[in-house]
């Protein structure tokens, strides 16, 4: 077990996704990860005693002995946050930021000197373990810190490297991806109320369904293109459903999903960084 110390400002829902797996996966010890959000006493507290961490008000205090420091905070709590915290960070100090839309050159241009920062793209998913994260660095990031970082993220899920220009797309894809598919489930769940199905068995038939699609998908060497056609008999039902997905041209209302997503992902981002500064 690793004796780094992990500070998160912030904690909210992921920064308690990743303290979950951490602390699951015995990355750290529970004492050795702190806490700190701006006044919200009872979090605070309702973290330290379900986990085991500490907690505290004082970033001197959240800072002195920290390794890693987890940026949890809303992206625009990003300036007050590391204003706040910057006396108290060096170089030898990694910043791993979870905040969307938020640049490494941000942070930088904020703290005010050149740091290892670690940029990342975790989802909801990471509450149970199962996030689809994407990473990238700056030029001041070492290998081994680069190491550090993933090891850390893939507590709760898979983890992957890419250039930060591609976060955006990665917010599009893989960030917004889970709503997605609730989407695509509560649609099947009506349908599946119309043609009889009880709430309860469906939901059951649903998830079930769905989690052996992806296990296939992660298991076969084969496309997803060459699976769909080998569930697709000439005549049968999977082609009639999949005639009237293709009429209402389902396909490419979920490309133009994802990209609207990327694209208001870049937004926001120029947005936060320009209100950041």
Do not use: W
């Not at 700190?36 to 005693?49: A, F, G, L, P, S």
């Not at 009639?240 to 992902?265: F, P, R, T, W, Y």
């Amino acid at each position: 077990m690793k004796m780094r110390k992990i500070a998160f400002i912030g904690c909210g829902s992921m920064a308690e996704a990743m303290i979950s797996g951490i602390i699951a996966n015995n990355y750290v010890q529970a004492d050795q990860i702190t806490i700190m959000n701006k006044n919200n006493h009872e979090r605070r507290m309702e973290m330290v005693d379900k986990y085991g961490i500490r907690a505290t008000t004082d970033y001197h205090q959240l800072l002195q002995d920290a390794s890693i420091i987890v940026l949890a905070v809303k992206p625009q709590h990003i300036f007050e946050a590391l204003s706040a915290a910057k006396p108290f960070i060096n170089k030898k100090k990694l910043i791993l930021s979870v905040a969307a839309g938020i640049t490494t050159h941000t942070i930088e241009d904020i703290i005010g000197e050149a740091i290892p920062i670690v940029r990342s793209m975790p989802n909801t998913s990471a509450a149970v373990g199962k996030s689809a994260t994407a990473m990238s660095m700056n030029s001041h990031t070492s290998e081994r810190q680069i190491k550090t970082a993933k090891e850390l993220l893939e507590t709760f899920g898979n983890a992957i490297i890419v250039e930060e220009a591609q976060l955006d797309s990665v917010t599009g894809l893989s960030g917004s991806g889970p709503a997605y598919i609730y989407y695509l489930v509560e649609a099947m769940e009506e349908a599946a109320a119309k043609i009889g199905l009880d709430q309860t068995s469906a939901k059951a038939l649903i998830v079930q369904t769905l989690s052996g699609a992806a296990e296939m998908l992660q298991q076969s060497p084969k496309s997803p293109a060459t699976l769909r056609k080998e569930v697709t008999s000439p005549g049968g039902t999977t082609e009639a459903g999949l005639q009237v997905l293709q009429a209402h041209k389902v396909n490419e209302a979920i490309m133009d999903c994802i990209i609207a997503a990327s694209e208001k992902s870049k937004q926001l981002g120029k947005k936060l960084t320009a209100e950041a500064k």
